[in-house]
Structure formats: C-alpha cells, structure tokens
C-alpha cells in the first residue's frame, strides 16, 4: 500500500545550452493540420443526395478541370416492382446551380482554399463572439462593404440564417412587416421569427401593393393606440421622454425566386421615403450578375434611370433644333444634372448568400454601424452558431476584392450575354409552330423561369383544386421533365407548385402551369445554351404527348 501510495517522482530533464535550445527550435516542422493530398481537381464537394426514390439525383463528382459547368451524375431508378439497378454514370451540363460566375470551379481559387486550410484547418471551433473569429472572417467583412460602399457589414456562416436571424434581430412583436407572398424561404423564416404584424402582397402588382400599403397603414394606427397605453407610470414616461412606436418593414427579394423577376427598386424606395419604411432587401440572386461592377440591383436601376436621362437628352436637343408647330404644348424641360441613382446605403441592411456569384457558403449582411453591432448582440445565427470555416470565408472575400478592383467585368459581361442570348432563342422559339415555351422572368434574371405547356385541362386525379393541374401532378409532370433532361445531358432546376409536399405554404400564390428553371453561368457554351432549348422543346413534346394520352399523370403513377 505504501509503494501503491508513493508519489512518482518526475524524470530529470536533461540540461540544455540556449544554442541546443535554439538548434531544436530550428529543426522542429509543424504537421499539419489535415491531410488535403487526396483533394485532387476532379474530386468532388457536394454532397451525396440520398437514394430511393425517383425525383433524387446522386452527384459524384464535380468536373473541376471542365471549361464548362458539369457534373458527373447517375439517376436512382424509377420506382417498380421488380429492382431495378441505377443508371450508370453519365456527364451532364450543370444548368441548376446558382455559382453564375463559376468560382467554386476556378483553379487559384481552390488552390488558395488548400493553403488556407493547411494553415487554420477546416473548422473554426467557435462562435465569432468566442474564439471563432479568425483573420479571414475579418476580412471577409471588410472586402464587402468596401464592395458595396456601406459603412461594414457581419459574416454568418450560413447563408439561410442570415435572413432568418437579421429580421428579427430588428422586427418584434409591436411592428409591421410588408412582405411579398413569393419572398425566398429565408426571409420567410425570418418574418415568422419576428411575430410581427404581417401583409403579405404582390410588390409586382402596384394594385396590390397599394392594397398591402393600405392594410398596414390602419393596423398601424391601431398598434400606436396600443401601444400608448403602456404600463410604464405617466411621470416616468414625461421624464425620460418616453414614446412608444411602431417599427415598419418593407421585405423583398431583389429578383424574385419564384418568378426570376427584377423589383421595381425606385417605386419601393419612394414608398419606403413616404411612409417611413426600413428596407429590407436579399440581394441573393442579383449582387455578382446585374449592374457593370457587379454591384447588383441598385447599380442596375442607377444605369437604367442614366440610360432614360441621355435619351431624353437627345431627344430634347433634336426637338429644339425643329422648328416649334402652332399651337403646341411646350414640354417639360430635361433636368441638365444626370439622376444621382442608388445605391446600397439606400437600403436599412441588405442580405445575400454567397453561395451564388461567390462559390462558396454562409451570408453577409451589409448596413450602417448601428445596424451591423446590433446584430453581433442580437443575431442569434451570428451569437449561438460556430462561425464559417476560415477556407469558406477566403474565397468570397477574394472574389468581391476582384469585383471591387473590376477584374471580373469580363465574366460579368460573358454571363449577361448569355442570359440575352438564352432568352433570344426561346422567344425565337416562341414564334415557331409547335412551341410549347415561354419565359417568365425578366431580361436580366441569371435564372431564367421557363413555362411549359403540357396540354392539360383538365386534372386526372379527381382533386379540388381550382386550377387545371393539382400540385401531385404538376409535382410529377415536372420530374418527367427534370428526368428526361438528364438523360439527355442537361441538370436543370425545378419549379414545384407551393402546396407539394414538404414545401410550406406562408403567404405564397400557386401560379398556373408547369415551369422549370435554366440557370446561366459565364461559362456557358454558346452549343449548350442552344443545345438545352433544343432539349427542352424535344422533351415537352414528348411530355405532352405522354399526358394527352393520360400516361404518367395522377395520384397512381
């Protein structure tokens, strides 16, 4: 017991001089973090998408090397009776994913994510407010609002909490938020986080916005009412000058996610401007895409309102220069000084995923200093969630220095032509005999929403519904379509009607049809962005002979 008992003694060390000190110093090479050197080109960083049933893909890979978007796929097998191996793998244009610049693909850039990740590792073991903030989140944040122009800006590592956590770091319970019905899921979640008061419009319909504006006019009224009536003793509110209000919110998607429509930024501005309004706006699918330097929909509305003014320059000048007619009205004069335009400072705070135009994963929110502290004490996504991997924040930070410094205007020029030249060839096609599509979305939405017409009039499945197709079957008409495509050698993305199963209806309007998405990339081929019309065509052909003939439509297919 006395030996079990007796304390060890610790091993003499060996005396060393500073110079043999200094020597090992020297000798000693760190390992490192983690082991990249099976992360070849062609290896793949997506996901596998679970197998079982027919609406699912499996990604295997990742064409890295391509010069075009692709992937290497294989499609689970269509559900029967008998088992049926999956399709063995095949190599298909990527037209479903939203990197339209193509940086998840770019060579320097990943070379420089393998440095970042050999020198911080993979993950960044904390919340920022911990020990989670590294350098490369710091300047993350400062090449974005250097980027866009605001006073700074807050990194969330995930780019569908930054909606949901922002809205109600500022909206509560006593405020009013206007939203629109077909706003993206993450502004959704965020408004229903908030518990505030909501109107839900269509901000495309001015009718129906007017309609949402008046709505929440009066339900402002009475939440002031309300309000005044607080408990907090009449000479403490005299004293510290206390008056309760109101907060109200205008909410919206810069391009629609349902509709690939571009917002009317003006007209919602002026209303923010009257009414007294804080904007809300996720510049998701619009920052990288529209605008000369990428800067999204308020430098695109700024070139437009510029482009209206030197016409109507022109067309002044040559009408002083003719000679006046009696009798005729003297126009308005053009102002001399061009329209100041907008920009991101016009906004209360702006949200956008990098997960887009950035290659990479989480969200930014940009706004004044008031807005971006705020957050670091009240954005639950930002407080409670470990932080984004410091490889994750590098390479969107790399790609909005280069936006800043104009090195990518030569992709943003190639994939603002291709959205022109996708939308010329199916409204080409609109005009041919036979033609079963037609664009939806505006001109210059990178996703271009295709509405396809399956000949239908009728549902088969003996539903409810009041329009011509039920959601289960416009649901499997569309992944005929989606299947198809794959088979011939086109990924593109699927538009589900908003009552499908696993989809949550909050405000939404179910549009009539069936339509898909083909989603432009700079680096697009001229062949297939003709090539997957061609297809499209070809494959709604078929669909809508298969339908008119009652095959594959209803509840028992």
């Not at 008992?5 to 000693?28: C, G, N, T, V, Y």
């Not at 193509?102 to 020990?131: Q, T």
């Not at 199963?501 to 939404?508: A, M, N, R, T």
Request: hydrophobic share 35%; glycine share 6%; proline share 6%.
């Amino acid at each position: 017991m006395y030996k079990w008992l007796k304390k060890q003694k610790a091993p003499k060390l060996p005396k060393l001089s500073k110079q043999e000190i200094q020597k090992r110093i020297d000798e000693w090479k760190a390992s490192p973090l983690s082991d990249i050197s099976h992360l070849t080109t062609d290896r793949s960083f997506f996901p596998i998408t679970p197998i079982g049933t027919s609406d699912s893909i499996i990604i295997q890979s990742r064409c890295i090397g391509e010069p075009t978007p692709q992937l290497i796929v294989s499609l689970p097998p269509v559900e029967s009776s008998t088992p049926v191996s999956p399709t063995p793998p095949m190599k298909v244009v990527d037209f479903c994913s939203s990197d339209y610049l193509n940086m998840s693909r770019d060579s320097k850039l990943i070379d420089m994510s393998r440095k970042v990740i050999e020198k911080y590792g993979v993950g960044s073991c904390g919340p920022r407010g911990f020990y989670g903030t590294m350098t490369s989140h710091l300047r993350l944040e400062e090449a974005f609002s250097k980027f866009l122009g605001t006073d700074a800006s807050i990194c969330y590592a995930l780019g569908y909490a930054t909606s949901a956590s922002v809205i109600p770091a500022f909206s509560k319970q006593s405020d009013i938020i206007i939203a629109d019905n077909n706003c993206s899921m993450g502004l959704k979640s965020g408004i229903r986080l908030s518990r505030s008061f909501v109107v839900w419009c269509d901000m495309w319909d001015l009718e129906d916005l007017q309609r949402g504006l008046n709505e929440a006019e009066i339900m402002f009224k009475k939440l002031e009412k309300k309000n005044s009536r607080s408990v907090i003793p009449q000479w403490i509110r005299q004293s510290m000058n206390f008056q309760p209000s109101t907060r109200k919110f205008i909410v919206f998607d810069s391009i629609s996610p349902k509709s690939g429509k571009v917002c009317n930024f003006p007209i919602l501005h002026e209303i923010a401007e009257k009414y007294g309004y804080r904007m809300c706006m996720d510049e998701t699918e619009s920052i990288g895409v529209l605008g000369k330097h990428g800067k999204g929909v308020t430098e695109y509305w700024t070139e437009r309102l510029l482009d209206e003014w030197e016409q109507a320059r022109k067309r002044e000048k040559r009408d002083e220069s003719e000679p006046r007619r009696r009798g005729e009205v003297e126009k308005e004069k053009v102002s001399p000084l061009p329209p100041s335009g907008y920009t991101s400072r016009d906004v209360s705070f702006t949200t956008l995923a990098l997960s887009s135009s950035f290659g990479s994963v989480g969200g930014i929110c940009v706004g004044s200093h008031e807005v971006i502290e705020h957050q670091r004490l009240n954005g639950l996504g930002y407080v409670f969630s470990a932080s984004a991997p410091p490889f994750l924040a590098e390479v969107p930070a790399q790609v909005a220095e280069d936006l800043s410094a104009g090195k990518c205007e030569a992709q943003l020029k190639r994939l603002q032509h291709n959205i022109s030249v996708l939308r010329d060839t199916i409204m080409h096609q609109e005009h041919a005999e036979g033609n079963n599509l037609h664009v939806r979305s505006d001109r210059m939405s990178p996703c271009v929403h295709v509405s396809i017409d399956v000949g239908v009039s009728q549902c088969s499945c003996d539903s409810d519904s009041p329009h011509a197709l039920c959601s289960v079957c416009k649901t499997h008409i569309i992944n005929m379509i989606w299947r198809k495509m794959l088979l011939k050698g086109y990924c593109i993305d699927r538009n589900f009607p908003v009552n499908a199963p696993s989809i949550p209806v909050e405000g939404e309007k179910e549009e009539e049809g069936v339509s898909v998405s083909i989603r432009v990339s700079s680096e697009h081929s001229l062949a297939q962005l003709k090539g997957v019309v061609r297809e499209l065509q070809s494959v709604s052909e078929s669909i809508r002979s298969d339908v008119s003939s009652g095959a594959g439509v209803g509840r028992a297919e």
